[in-house]
Nanobody, 123 residues
């Protein structure tokens, strides 16, 4: 069982930066892959990034590649999403999720979810 709590959301200006955190409880955190998804109003939940249990492999959606960075600290049971140069189209509720494989990009392949954090990119 893994419980996830996101933090760090808020309002950010285009071109700025923001870091989301996801704190996990449960002794299995270091053995699971972690992912970030987002859902904008009227749209389906979409894959953003994922990271393997060791942190050695990362995957990104094309829309965020080169701007966002996913990382994890297994000693702190925390996964991060560093958002650099955000754009208005990045505005969404961001969710962290835990699953078996970091190669999974479908939301149905992740078993545990946080409650979500709102990110609004606007000047």
């Amino acid at each position: 069982q893994v419980q996830l709590v996101e933090s760090g959301g808020g309002l950010v200006q285009p071109g700025g930066s923001l870091r989301l955190s996801c704190a996990a409880s449960g002794r299995t955190f270091s053995s699971v892959a972690m992912g970030w998804f987002r859902q904008a109003p009227g749209k389906e939940r979409a894959f953003v990034a994922s990271i393997s249990w060791s942190g050695g492999s990362t995957y990104y959606a094309d829309s965020v590649k080169g701007r966002f960075t996913i990382s994890r600290d297994n000693a702190k049971n925390t996964v991060y999403l560093q958002m650099n140069s955000p754009k208005p189209e990045d505005t969404a509720v961001y969710y962290c999720a835990a699953g078996l494989s970091s190669r999974a990009v479908g939301s149905s392949e992740y078993s545990y979810w946080g409650q979500g954090a709102q990110v609004t990119v606007s000047s």
